[in-house]
C-alpha cells in the first residue's frame, strides 16, 4: 500500500474515538459532573394540569418559607426575561405568567438543597386555575372558527412566510404553484386521492434533558449541558434572555451526550436553571425526569396530508394537490409554516405540476422540535401509500412505478432546483430484489397473513448559518481539531478525525479532536437537518487547508522556496526543486528561551492555527419579488435518500404486526465510515419501526396519558427481526460539493419504513392504514371495519 | 436536613470492594452508587424500571438499581461497570461492543453491558434468540440492536473457545 492509500481514512471504518470510555462507564455525561460540586442545588417543577387555563393566582409563600428552599420562581417575577418570548408560552422552559397553553407547561419552579426538599416545596404552592376552552386535535385547531389555543387578547403572531393567518391558530403557510394542476388533473387518465395522518410522538432519548450550571462570583456562568449547539443555540439563547450577562461571562461546555434526535435543539432547562443560580449565586442542576421528558419536553410535529395524484396510463405522474397542515403544539410565535414537512413530498418524483397549500397551526399541546426528519417521515407516509394505490389503480408494481417517475440527477424538482446527487433507483432496486417483492408470500391458513411491501424516501438539508473549526498543528506535529458541532452519538469527531488525517496525509493517531466549548471551540450552529458532516466537515476541510499553506509557507522559506514547490504529508515537508529532501514538521518550529529576542516565524509551544469558515449558500427567500410562486433555484441545499422494504406479518385476530425480514437503503454521498453509516441504519429503522407501528402520545382531557416508558411503548430487541433478516446497503450517489463528496444521512432512513409496512399489510389482510402509527387497535378496527363492510 | 435517625446501615459487596454505608432507607441503589460512592458509570433514564440504563450485577443477576432500594444491597454482591474490567484489560464483552460498533451514544451501553454479562452468566450457550430475551428489557434509541446482539454472540464465542473472563 502506497503512503497516500495508508493515511486515505475516507471510506474506512476507522473505530470510533470514544468508545472506550463509554464502554467502562469512565466517559461523563452532564449528570455526572453533579458529584463535583457538594453545595449543589436542584430544581424541581410544578407543572400545569390543564390544556389551556388562565393563572388566577400563585401562592408560594409556604414554599419560599421552608427550610432549604434556595428561590423560587413564577412568571410574573420581575427577572425573568422574556425578551423577544411571547409571555404566555413557556417554549424555552421558563414558567408561564398569566396562561398556561398546554398540560405540563411550567408554573412554578424551586431550586432547594435536595430533590426531595424541591418536590416538598412544590406540594406547599397553591395555584388557583380559572379553565379554558382548549384544543389538541389538530384539524379541529385548523378550522376558522376553531376554540383559540391562546386568549385571543394575548395577540397572535402574524403568519410566518407573508401570509396573514386564516384561522385563529394557524401560525403560518407556505404555498407553492408549479405548472397548472388542474389543467394537469384534467388530462390525467387516473386520479387517487386520500387523507393521512401520522401522530404525535417523543424522540425518547435515554438521556434525559437536563444541565448543571455553574456560578462564578462576579455574575458568570459556566453550563454543562447536553442542550445542542454550545454556541448557536445555548449561549445566544442565554445572552439574549439575560442582558446583564456579557458574552464573556457565559462559557457553555458540552460533555458526552445521549442522543437528541432533535429534540433538544431549543433550549428547554439551561434558561430556568441560569436565572437560579444567578438569583443564588450557587451552583443548579436542573434535570427533566422521564414523564416531563414526554410533557414538557418537544415531541415531533403531527402532519395531516390531504394528497391527489394524477397519471397518465403508462403511470407517469402528471399532476399533485396536496393540502398540509403541521401540527406545532402550544406556541405562540415560531418558523413552522409547513415547508419543512411539504418538502418531502417535493424531493423524490419528478412532477411537472404541482399545487401545494401548506400549513402550520398551534394546538394545545407540548410545544414541538425537530424529530429526526423534519416532518418528512409524516408527510411522505401519504406520497408513498397514495403512490401504491395509484399503481394498483394502474396495475403496475410498486418498484416499476416508483423507478418510472422519481427524479433523476440533473433533472429540476417542483422547487425549480437542480438536482446534483441522487441514488434513490439503485436503493429502490436493492430493497424489491432483498425481499423478492414480485414473489407473493406463502400463506399458511392461521391467523397470521403475510405481506411485501417496498417505498421510497428523500429529505433535504436545510442550509443552516454556519460552522468554523480552527485546526492547530502543534510543534511537535501533532494536530488538533477545536469545533463545537454537537456528538449526540453520531459519530461525527470521529468522521471529522478521518477527514483531517487524509488532508494532512498523517496517521490518524496524531489527529485529536476537541469538543465543543464555548471557551476553546468556535462557532458553530447546532446538529440538525444533517447538517454535520456536509457543513462542519467542510470547515474542517477548509481549516487543514489554511493550516497546510502555513506549513507550506513556513517550510518553503527554510529552505528557499515558493510554497507550491512543498508538499506536506507523514509529518513533513517535501520539497520540489532543491537539494534537501524533506524536513520534520516538528523541525519548523524554532526552539527558543525566556531570552530569545525577535522570535518571528514558528515557535515551540506555539501551535499553526488554520482557520475554516464554512455557510452552505443561502437559500432563495420563496415569497419575495420574482418567486410569487413559492418556486426558486435554490430552496434547500442537497438531497438525502432512502428505500426500505419489508415482509410483514399480521395477526387477523389482533391487529398484531411482526416485521419478518426488513431491507434498508440508504443514499449517503460517499460514506466517509461505513460502519458508523451502518449504525445510523441500524438506530434509524428500529426508531422507525417504533414511529410506524408503536410509540405516540394518547390523549384524554387534554393530557398525554402514556408519559412513561411502560405505557409510551418503545421498539425493544424482541421487536426487532433475527440479525440474518436484518439487511442493510449503503449505495451512495456522490455529492459534488460534499466533504470528500459525503453528504449526511441519518434522516431519511426512517421515512420509508411505514410505508412500507403499510403496503405490506395490504397485501397480507386487503386494508389500507391511513393513519400512523399502525397499533394493533387501529390494525384491528380497519380488519374489523372491512370485515362488516365486506359482509354488506 | 434530613433525619439521620432514620438512616440504616448497609453492607455489601461492590466490585469487590467491603462497603459499609449509612444512608436513609428511601434512597434507590443507583441514586447511592452515583451521588455517595461517585460510580457515575451506571445511568439513569427513568424511574420506573423502564429503560435498563442503570442495569448492575447483583450476586451474578441483572437487576435494575432504580428499582432498588438501598436495603435490598444488604449482604449482595454488586457489581457496576466500573467493576467489569481487570485493571486496563476490558471484559471481552465491553471489547466486543467496541469491535462491533455497538456504541454511539453510549448512554444505554453500560446497563447493556451489564445485562449481557447476566445473560452469559445465566447461560453461557445463550442462542440469538436467548439473547434477545434477556436483552429486551434495555431501550437503546440510537444503535438500534443489531450490532448489540452481534457483539454478545462475538464475546460468547470468544469466552467459550478461550476460557478468558
Ligand atoms: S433507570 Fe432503571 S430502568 Fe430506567
Ligand atoms: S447508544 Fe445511545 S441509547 Fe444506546
Known sequence: MSDCEKTNYIGKSVQRVDVYEKATGKAKYFEDYQVQ???????????????????VSIDASAAEALPGVATVVKGSDPDIAWADIPYASSYYGNPAKDEVIWAGQAVVAVAAESIEIAEQALELVKVVYEELPYVVDQREAFKADAVSVTSPELGIAAGYGGVQPEGPNVMGSYKLT???????????????????????????????????????????????????????????????????????????????????????????????????????????????????????????????????????????????????????GAQIRGYFDGRLSSSGLMCVYNIPNVQCDSYAVRTNTMPCAPYRGLGCAESEWAMENLIDVLAEKLDMDPLEIRLKNILKKGETNPYGEKVTSIGLGRCLEAVADAINIDEPCQQDGGPWKYGKGIAAAGKQNTPLGRAEADCLVHSDGSIELLVSCDEQGMGVQTTLRQMAATEFQIDIEKVKVTRADTAITPYDNF???????????????????????????????????????VTIKNGKAYFVGSNIESIDIADLYEPFSFFTQQTWGL???????????FCPAPAVEWFGPGHEDGRTPRMWNWYQYSAFGAEVAVNEETGQIKILKLMSTADTGNPINPKLVEGQIDGGVIMALGFSIMD??????????????????????????????????????PLPDGPFNAKGMAESIMIPVGPAIAAAIYQAIGVRPTEMPMTAERVLKLIKDKEASDAK | MQNRANYIQVECEINGKAVDLLVSPDRTVVDVLRNELGLTGTKQGCDDGNCGACTILVDGKAAKSCSMLIGQARNKKITTIEGVSNGDVLHPMQQAFIDHFAIQCGFCTP???????????????????????????????????????EAIEDARDKINAGGVN
Open chain 1, 696 to 733: 405516540h402520545h394518547m390523549f384524554q382531557d387534554g393530557k398525554m396519558m402514556n408519559p412513561n416508558m411502560s405505557d409510551y411503548r418503545l421498539p425493544t430487541t424482541l421487536e426487532t427481526p433475527l440479525q440474518k433478516n436484518f439487511m442493510r446497503a449503503i449505495l451512495p450517489d
Open chain 2, 111 to 149: 446497563g447493556m453491558i451489564m445485562t449481557a454479562i447476566a445473560i452469559l452468566n445465566e447461560n453461557p450457550n445463550a442462542t440469538e434468540e436467548d439473547i434477545r430475551e434477556g436483552l429486551h428489557g434495555n431501550l437503546c434509541r440510537c444503535t438500534g440492536y443489531v450490532k448489540v446482539v
Open chain 1, 603 to 613: 515557535l515551540k509551544g506555539t501551535p499553526v492555527r488554520g482557520r475554516g469558515v
Open chain 1, 527 to 565: 446538529g440538525a437537518s444533517s447538517r454535520t458532516t456536509y457543513t462542519t466537515g467542510n470547515a474542517v476541510i477548509i481549516a487543514c487547508q489554511d493550516a497546510i499553506d502555513q506549513l507550506k509557507e513556513a517550510a518553503g522559506r527554510k529552505v528557499g522556496l515558493a510554497k507550491k514547490q
Open chain 1, 37 to 55: 460540586y457538594r453545595d449543589l442545588l436542584h430544581v424541581k417543577v410544578l407543572r400545569s394540569p390543564h390544556a389551556h387555563a388562565k393563572i
Open chain 1, 178 to 328: 408549479h405548472g397548472d394542476v388542474e389543467k394537469a388533473f384534467a388530462e390525467a387518465d387516473v386520479i387517487v386521492e386520500e387523507e393521512y395522518q401520522a401522530g404525535k410522538k417523543s424522540t425518547s432519548q435515554i438521556e434525559c434533558n437536563g444541565s448543571i450550571v455553574e456560578y462564578h462570583e462576579g455574575g458568570g456562568v459556566t453550563i454543562i449541558t447536553n442542550g445542542c449547539g454550545v454556541h448557536g443555540v445555548v449561549k445566544n439563547h442565554i445572552l439574549t434572555m439575560y442582558p446583564q450577562l456579557s458574552s464573556n461571562k457565559v462559557r457553555v461546555i458540552q460533555p458526552v451526550t445521549g442522543g437528541s434526535f432533535g429534540n433538544r435543539l431549543f433550549p428547554l432547562v439551561e434558561p430556568l436553571a441560569v436565572l437560579m443560580a444567578l438569583r443564588t449565586k450557587r451552583t443548579v442542576s436542573y434535570v427533566l425526569t422521564r414523564k416531563e421528558m414526554y410533557t414538557s419536553s418537544p415531541s415531533n410535529w403531527p402532519v395531516y396530508t390531504k394528497l391527489k395524484l394524477g397519471a397518465k396510463k403508462d403511470g407517469t405522474i402528471i399532476a399533485e394537490k396536496l393540502e398540509l397542515v403541521e401540527d406545532a
